[in-house]
């Protein structure tokens, strides 16, 4: 069964500060990867949709790289700033009907 | 362009009442899903349909229905509300299955307490 782990739960950094999120997945054979964004009291919006093939994509300052192989993926925000404050959560699609594992998400919090 | 618009908001039941939760888009997306989201679980997948006339579980089923009789819509039922179904719940689309490189769009989420 795939598994989707992110840690920390929580990361406050100060505005400015390069930061990278991770993500980690126990099964390999995947077809994507995305990376969304909750607001508090909001549904989900999807930042980045990296496919098996690729090894990154890119965003404005966001940058989401894959690595299959080694079940792992990184966001990498740059510069940010206090409206990046928000929840972050990695999701890979797999098996039949290519359902979605979600992992619990990483609480970011940009202090000004 | 609405995307994906779900009703009620809020909603408090008492154990035992059914109701349906309402699930609405307009981007012609031919998979729909439910997921529900609690503290500490994250998403989980209640149903999903892939296109009209198709549904299938997902990996929380017990406890509702769904049905896809359009395109547009895709509601979920709860057939007897019990406590543990206290969450928030979450419809989402994609123009293709997920594995198809279509990002999912999520409606607001609906709060549901069961009393």
């Known amino acids: 069964k795939q598994e989707v782990t992110q840690i920390p739960a929580a990361l406050s950094v100060p505005e400015g500060e390069n930061l990278v999120l991770n993500c980690s997945f126990t099964d390999s054979a995947i077809y994507n990867l995305q990376w969304f964004r909750q607001d508090p009291g909001k549904g989900l919006t999807s930042l980045l949709l990296?496919?098996?093939?690729?090894r990154e994509q890119t965003s404005g300052r966001l940058n989401a790289s894959l690595d299959k192989s080694s079940g792992r993926s990184t966001l990498y925000i740059a510069a940010s700033q206090p409206g990046d404050s928000a929840t972050y959560l990695c999701?890979?699609?797999?098996?039949?009907?290519?359902?979605?594992?979600f992992g619990k998400g990483i609480t970011l919090s940009v202090r000004p | 362009n609405a995307g994906v618009t779900q009703t009620p908001k809020f909603q408090v039941l008492k154990t035992g009442q059914s109701m349906t939760l309402q699930c609405a888009q307009d981007m012609n997306h031919e998979y729909m899903s439910w997921y529900r989201q609690d503290p500490g679980m994250g998403l989980r997948l209640i149903h999903y349909?892939?296109?009209?006339?198709?549904?299938d579980q997902g990996e929380v089923p017990n406890g509702y229905n769904v049905s896809r009789s359009t395109t547009e819509d895709f509601p979920l039922r709860l057939l007897s509300a019990a406590p543990s179904q206290t969450s928030v719940y979450f419809c989402?689309?994609?123009?293709?299955?997920?594995?198809?490189?279509?990002?999912?769009?999520f409606g607001n989420g609906t709060r549901l307490t069961v009393t």
């Open positions: 349909s892939v296109g009209a006339g198709i549904t």
């Open positions: 989402a689309s994609s123009y293709s299955l997920p594995g198809h490189n279509s990002p999912l769009h």
């Open positions: 999701a890979v699609s797999a098996g039949a009907n290519s359902k979605l594992t």
């Open positions: 990296i496919q098996s093939s690729q």
